[in-house]
């Protein structure tokens, strides 16, 4: 069974910061792809950022230069940096994982449940 767990969400004031974490946690052989989605109400989930193993990162257009998401690899854990933040912002952000639980198994995709960023004043 694999489980992520998100963190750290909560309301902030325009121009604020806050600092998103997920932990992954079970049976996990490797994982390949890890990142953030967020959905706004009555919008379609969109990419935040994602990471590959290796350290390369791709982020969405809305949050290019503002956004940071990083790695731990030895702690199966992922990490978004948002700055600048924005009333558009406001979402419910979504850890996911594309990952193997064994050697030769295939890649799935695993989600978390979701935590809330308000960006308001």
């Known amino acids: 069974q694999v489980r992520l767990v998100e963190s750290g969400g909560g309301l902030v004031q325009p121009g604020g910061s806050l600092r998103l974490s997920c932990a992954a946690s079970g049976n996990i052989y490797s994982i390949i792809v890890m990142g953030w989605y967020r959905q706004a109400p009555g919008k379609q989930r969109e990419l935040v950022a994602t990471?590959?193993?290796?350290?390369?990162?791709n982020y969405g257009d809305s949050v290019k230069g503002r956004f940071t998401a990083s790695r731990d690899n030895a702690k199966n854990m992922v990490y978004l940096q948002m700055n600048s933040l924005k009333p558009e912002d406001t979402a419910v952000y979504y850890c996911n994982a594309d990952l193997r639980v064994s050697r030769l198994g295939t890649i799935n995709a695993y989600w978390g449940q979701g935590t809330q960023v308000t960006v308001s004043s």
């Open positions: 990471t590959l193993s290796g350290g390369s990162t």
